[in-house]
């Protein structure tokens, strides 16, 4: 199976999260998919009629605010973490580009509650080649990485 074949439960659902996050992202969105949510009405033919009915169109935000309402009832309260004391530091940058435990977290909720799934992948790098399985002298630890 080559990589760019996409599983048939990926295919099936595809459309849903297009439509999910457009609504999420909300008028620019919507308004910017053109056909697939503001179908061209019958007798508009001038591009400058549809460009004004598109213009025209508002939104009303209530997936995008549904979803940050759950996300913020879910951390109304600050979450508990039971962790050794030695894995506390790592966990101000759990993505060692600047992204907290807590921050991963919130949008990981956000982003189940919105498309219904959402993976973590925590690796660790490879120690560099030579080093006779010692810890070199700088810290390598593991990372989080989200897909979405």
């Not at 033919?45 to 995008?64: D, K, N």
């Not at 508990?80 to 940058?93: F, G, K």
Request: hydrophobic letters at 40%; proline letters at 9%.
């Amino acid at each position: 199976m080559a990589v760019n074949t996409k599983h048939p439960s990926y295919t099936a659902y595809e459309s849903i999260w297009l439509d999910l996050r457009a609504a999420y992202e909300g008028s620019r969105a919507v308004k910017a998919a053109e056909t697939r949510y503001l179908p061209r009405p019958l007798g508009m033919r001038r591009p400058e009629q549809y460009s004004a009915y598109v213009g025209r169109t508002a939104w009303f935000g209530a997936t995008e605010w549904a979803v940050h309402g759950l996300t913020g009832a879910a951390f109304r309260h600050a979450p508990q973490l039971d962790a050794p004391a030695a894995l506390l530091p790592q966990l101000d940058d759990v993505t060692q580009d600047g992204v907290s435990w807590q921050a991963f977290a919130e949008d990981t909720v956000r982003e189940t509650l919105l498309m219904s799934r959402y993976g973590v992948l925590v690796d660790f790098p490879q120690l560099p080649p030579g080093n006779g399985g010692t810890a070199p002298t700088t810290t390598i630890r593991p990372y989080w990485v989200p897909y979405p």
